[in-house]
C-alpha cells in the first residue's frame, strides 16, 4: 500500500523557515518524480514544486521560486521541502504527492 506521510509543519514568524519531509512507502520511491501541493485557507490546491526520480531536476512555482528548495534522499525514500523567507500567503496544508496518492498534510502556519 503507498503510503506518504508529511511532518515539519508549525507555526513560523514572517521571514522565517521550516523545513518539510515526507516519508514514502509502499512503492520504489527512486522511480518517481515527487510533488508538494498546498491548500490555503478558503483556496484549492496549488501546485508548489516537483522534483525529479534521481533529483537532478526540480520546477517551482513562481510564487515561492527563490524561497523554497525541493529535494530528496533515495535511500531514506524521504522528500524535503526546504522554505526560506516565509510569508502569510504561504500559510496552508501542506501535501507531498506521486501522482493521485497524497499525504494527510502538514500544517504551516506564517503569522506575526
Known amino acids: 500500500q503507498e503510503q506518504l506521510v508529511e511532518s515539519g509543519g508549525g507555526l513560523v514568524r514572517p521571514g522565517g523557515s521550516l523545513r518539510l519531509s515526507c516519508a514514502a512507502s509502499?512503492?520504489?520511491?527512486?522511480?518517481?518524480?515527487m510533488d508538494w501541493v498546498r491548500q490555503s485557507p478558503g483556496q484549492g490546491l496549488q501546485w508548489v514544486s516537483d522534483?525529479?526520480?534521481?533529483?537532478?531536476?526540480?520546477w517551482y512555482a513562481d510564487a515561492v521560486k527563490g524561497r523554497f528548495t525541493i529535494s530528496r534522499d533515495n535511500a531514506k525514500n524521504t522528500l524535503y521541502l526546504q522554505m526560506n523567507n516565509l510569508k502569510p500567503e504561504d500559510t496552508g496544508v501542506y501535501y507531498c504527492?506521486?501522482?493521485?496518492?497524497r499525504g494527510p498534510g502538514t500544517q504551516v502556519t506564517v503569522s506575526s
Open positions: 504527492r506521486k501522482g493521485a496518492v
Open positions: 509502499g512503492f520504489t520511491f527512486s522511480s518517481f518524480t
Open positions: 522534483i525529479t526520480p534521481r533529483g537532478d531536476a526540480a
